[in-house]
């Protein structure tokens, strides 16, 4: 508020010395012409009311600045009203700037009306109440604060709550979508299969898992002839590799590929887990997994000329120890499905960073120089 009324200040300002400037002038120009004659005189007002009215059927609204104003507004009242059609603007024109004038000179800087507005430490130390404690309401909220020496009338409380989106408690209860599939998430597991043409023009089939909760990848297998009863080996491996850690697994999510048969569906069934089907034409139903088949193929599979099931299966199994251990994650807080303790630098001024190429410079990753 301060600010603004600084700025008005300083326009005001200027448009008073603007003002004062060419009053002066006006009168250093009246000084002059006292000491013409009034022959001179009168031809020269003859000259300047025909300049006026040609430039009256030119110009429809000229435009003026604050001091053009002030000048003829003044003007105004040293001519008698006969002669004001001599002005290019109308007479209620002139009237109506001299009392903008007087407004602005007697008009003090209006206050605001009504209550203060609550500060903000109050208004978020309410809202902290609130999204941790879903069950309390206006009345406890402001019980609570009081506790701690913050007076907040419940209605202030209820204002808060509203503005910011939030319900009152009955209706704030339970945990939020967000929370919900996060909890979900850590026994959910998605398989799928995508293919990756070869510089022969030899199509090869890759299959994988990821984890919903940590994003964590595991490639299974590469292979041009993606049979069910390789696709249902690779299902056994992955069980084998998890050992002791595949008593947390509950769901595995899949599409309706003919190539996951009832063979693959018993693999996981013996152990208690169980297999999700996408609906028909769904691959929504399946994002996580499809949205990890174009990050591969972004950054790894359409930039490489591949060879064979040989080559692939090594570009592979590089990109995901990059994917797994480095890449960070937006779902992640920014931070990779399988990090490592990073120590932060004591002083940044000496912070250098040392890189570290994967698949031959196709990929770059950071660390600190030792």
């Not at 850690?245 to 509950?250: A, I, K, N």
Request: net charge positive.
């Amino acid at each position: 508020m301060r600010l603004k009324y600084g700025v008005l200040w300083g326009i005001l300002q200027g448009v008073w010395w603007s003002s004062l400037y060419v009053i002066l002038g006006r009168v250093l120009q009246l000084l002059v012409l006292l000491g013409r004659d009034d022959c001179s005189k009168d031809v020269e007002i003859v000259v300047l009311r025909h300049q006026v009215a040609v430039l009256r059927r030119q110009v429809n609204r000229p435009d003026l600045h604050p001091q053009d104003r002030v000048m003829l507004a003044a003007l105004s009242r040293l001519l008698p009203r006969a002669s004001w059609p001599v002005f290019f603007v109308t007479p209620s024109t002139l009237l109506r700037w001299h009392r903008d004038l007087g407004a602005r000179r007697w008009t003090y800087p209006p206050k605001r009306p009504g209550r203060p507005p609550t500060r903000a430490p109050i208004r978020e130390a309410v809202l902290r109440l609130a999204r941790e404690n879903p069950l309390w309401g206006y009345r406890r909220i402001s019980g609570e604060l009081a506790g701690v020496g913050i007076t907040v009338p419940p209605s202030t409380v209820r204002d808060i709550l509203k503005r910011a989106g939030l319900e009152p408690a009955p209706r704030r209860t339970g945990p939020t979508w967000s929370q919900f599939l996060q909890t979900q998430a850590g026994g959910i597991w998605a398989c799928d299969l995508f293919h990756v043409d070869t510089v022969f023009l030899r199509r090869l089939y890759v299959l994988f898992f990821i984890e919903h909760a940590t994003r964590a990848v595991h490639v299974m297998g590469v292979t041009a002839h993606p049979t069910s009863a390789w696709v249902a080996q690779q299902a056994r491996n992955l069980l084998i590799k998890l050992g002791q850690r595949s008593e947390t697994l509950r769901f595995v999510v899949r599409d309706r590929d003919a190539k996951f048969t009832a063979t693959f569906d018993e693999v996981f069934a013996s152990l208690g887990i169980r297999i999700i089907k996408t609906p028909i034409r769904a691959p929504r139903a399946n994002a996580i997994a499809e949205r990890w088949i174009g990050t591969a193929r972004r950054e790894c599979t359409d930039r490489l000329l591949i060879y064979g099931e040989t080559h692939l299966r090594q570009v592979l199994a590089e990109y995901q120890r990059h994917y797994n251990s480095h890449r960070p994650h937006r779902s992640r807080d920014r931070q990779p499905p399988l990090p490592a303790v990073v120590s932060a630098p004591n002083d940044l001024d000496q912070l250098r960073l040392e890189r570290r190429e994967v698949l031959d410079g196709l990929i770059n990753q950071y660390q600190q120089a030792a």
